[in-house]
């Protein structure tokens, strides 16, 4: 199954000097618009108590949907009728370029350029900041959040604790505390891509990047999981009010009983009406050797259950756990397990895990619904393993050269592979280098990164695992390479490439016996020559030359440092934007800061950029696939933004 990768671009600091709102400043307000003067004062820059997601999904449904949209999408039912577009803060290209804290301005103090007003006498400072816990939320799912509570407990727990407080129990020992999680200050001014780098590459000087560890997709998740962290995901309490109406609804709610008045029959009713209702019941499933040969004796089978959304649950942080169940038993001679007497509150999630050969396999999650008393876990896969390489297949290869700085040309080489065998294939790996990709001899600064939508690695003894899956994998490398107008580049291959494409800018000229012009490409408002190659065989070089000078090329390769990327890989072509591929990596190497002046206000929270609109576009077709979106509304946004990128090419 072919798949999209979408790369994101991180550049941003944990705080950002411009909130994503932030729109074009010469737009002219709507008729007879009066800006607020003074601008309304901010309370604190982080919520005093925890927000509430589920309080402000109610705020957001009579505030915010009429322009935004019920999903964030900007696609409102008044959204049409306003002078400018409305921004999609439903997206997580937008949501996660923004702290907390920066948005909590916009919403306090308005954007009377953008049509908004500023709620600071319609809202309390509580009611707003519950309001954006619930904008946050909108573009991580339940499922992305579980995921990345597995993540956190296997990954993070030992140092920063169970509950996100940096108290692990191997905190003590490090030089410098972990960080706090759950520290409202800390958190309201971190932003979901200076999380995810910080995940990434680490934080000097004890922890370590998982770049290699993780997908791109695991450590988006353990995003989403963090910021969870700072959420009350607690079932909202009625407010009282004046109205008959609501006085009405409280009073045919359960009294709280007075501990000094109430029987202890009383007490424990009460507790039980605010508990989870909790069944036991039995677990089943199976685990299959899809390699084909028989199951080995002594295999071990591990239950493990998460808890997500209930505070009454033992150990949640903050509303989460980690971990709540973790039963082990040994698996019977046909395969089959058995989990009895196991508590299934209701929402639990469910898994299975193996180690077989030193790899661990998952099954997928399965949720308790209310009154089960029986589970079945979808079948868990294990496989051989195997050293042999050449059962991957190297798909497509794509080469980037970015020549914008003087003396050096920063090159990214992205390899989507597929293993397609009935093994998995352990590769061994000193950290440094990856066996089954070469690179050029000069090649210096070299690194290796997973794309997004990558199918997953396994944990492996002295390396990681590359398991059977109908999805590709794409890895990126990326060197830079000594250039004074001329670069003679032998690129060998380690496994046979189906397919090689190389990127210059236009201006520079690329020369190789093995090469086709395939023409000029644009992106990001940039034009890229483009050359091509089929079918290099295994343990071979692809040879070229590469020449042209950075101020003859009328492209160069400036592109917006402000924007995420896709990179698409169609069945019957190919459509590539890689400039978000190279900027990420680009940046990262160089730690390039801002220059002074750049930070301009785009026209929308998508601003003036082909790229990000292609984003946006693929975005809300995912939405529409999923159901998130109704017909017309998704045509409608569809058409809008086509239309503006059309205007743009």
Known sequence: MKIRFITTLILMAVVLSACNFSLAEDITPPPNYVAPTPAPTLGPSYPSTPPSPLRGEAIFAEECAACHGEKGLGNGTQAAGLPVPVAAIGLAAISRQSSPSEWYTVVTQGRPDRSMPPFA???????RWDVLAYVFSLSATAD???????????????????????DGPQAAALSRAPANFTDQNWMSKATGIGLYRAISEGVAPKMPGFSTELSEADRVALVAYLRSLTFDLSAPKAIPTSTPEATA??????????????????????????????????????????TGNALPAGLTVTLRGFDHGSEASAGLAEGLTAEAINLSVP??????????????????????????????YQSDFVSVEAGMDR????????????????????????????????GVAQVYEIYILTNSSTQTIVILTDGQSLPFIALPENAQNVGFDLAQGSAPLLPADGGFAIPPSANQYGIVAFFTLPYDKKLEVTQPFKLAAESVTLFVPEGFKVKGDQLTDAGVKPIQGNSFQTYTTENVKADSSLTFTVRGSTTASTGGTSLDTKTSLIVGLGG?????????????????????????????????????DPVSLTDAILALDDQFKAGGIAKEAYEKRRAELKARLKELL
């Open 249 to 290: 609804t409280l009073e045919a709610q359960p009294a709280t009983p007075d501990p000094q008045l109430s029987t202890p029959e009383a007490a424990v009713t009460n507790e039980a009406s605010a508990t989870p209702e909790i069944a036991v019941g039995t677990i089943t499933g199976t685990v299959v050797n899809a």
């Open 144 to 166: 992305d959040v579980a995921r990345g509570a597995l993540i956190y407990a296997d990954k993070c727990a030992a140092c920063h604790g169970l509950k996100g407080r940096g």
């Open 121 to 127: 006498s319609r809202l309390s400072n509580q009611e």
């Open 572 to 608: 019957l072509g190919i459509v590539l934007i890689l400039a978000g591929v190279y900027l990420f990596f680009r940046d990262r190497a160089r730690q390039v800061e801002p220059e002074e002046g750049e930070e301009e206000a785009p026209e929308d929270a998508l601003g003036e």
């Open 331 to 360: 698996l019977a001679s046909d395969g089959s397990f058995n989990f009895e007497n196991v508590e299934m509150t209701a929402g639990r999630l469910f898994l299975a895990e193996v180690t077989f050969t030193g790899v661990p």
């Open 375 to 406: 589970l079945a876990l979808p079948p868990l896969n294990i496989y051989e393993t195997t050293n042999d390489m050449a059962l991957l297949t190297l798909d497509q290869t794509h080469i980037v050269f970015d020549f914008s700085s003087p």
